[in-house]
Nanobody
Framework: QVQLVESGGGLVQAGGSLRLSCAAS????????MGWFRQAPGMEREFVAT????????YYADSVKGRFTISRDIAKNTVYLQMNSLKPEDTAVYYC????????????????????WGQGTQVTVSS
């Protein structure tokens, strides 16, 4: 089992920045990739970004490309999501996820490819 705990959410004005963290514990060596998803009220869960744990390969949703950066610290078993130039439409609950199966970066854009999920952290961007 892998446990995930997100932190770093909050309220920020449009154009501002936030950094989310996701700390993993438990059987972390089994993790192949970790990703961030988000869900706004009344909407489906949406892919944001993913990173492979060892190689550090990344893949982003078009809506955040150039504004968000995903990174990881293997020693700390932590994944980060640096969010810059935030827009009101980025408002959502952000979830961290970990997957154990080897998949292409494109396939890692699907929620079903992840085995573990955190509890989520709220990000609110005011206009």
């Amino acid at each position: 089992q892998v446990q995930l705990v997100e932190s770093g959410g909050g309220l920020v004005q449009a154009g501002g920045s936030l950094r989310l963290s996701c700390a993993a514990s438990g059987r972390t060596r089994s993790v192949y990739a970790m990703g961030w998803f988000r869900q706004a009220p009344g909407m489906e869960r949406e892919f944001v970004a993913t990173i492979t744990r060892i190689g550090g390969s990344t893949y982003y949703a078009d809506s955040v490309k150039g504004r968000f950066t995903i990174s990881r610290d293997i020693a700390k078993n932590t994944v980060y999501l640096q969010m810059n130039s935030l827009k009101p439409e980025d408002t959502a609950v952000y979830y961290c996820a970990a997957g154990e199966r080897v998949r292409s970066l494109y396939d890692l854009g699907r929620p079903g490819e992840y085995d573990y999920w955190g509890q989520g952290t709220q990000v609110t961007v005011s206009s």
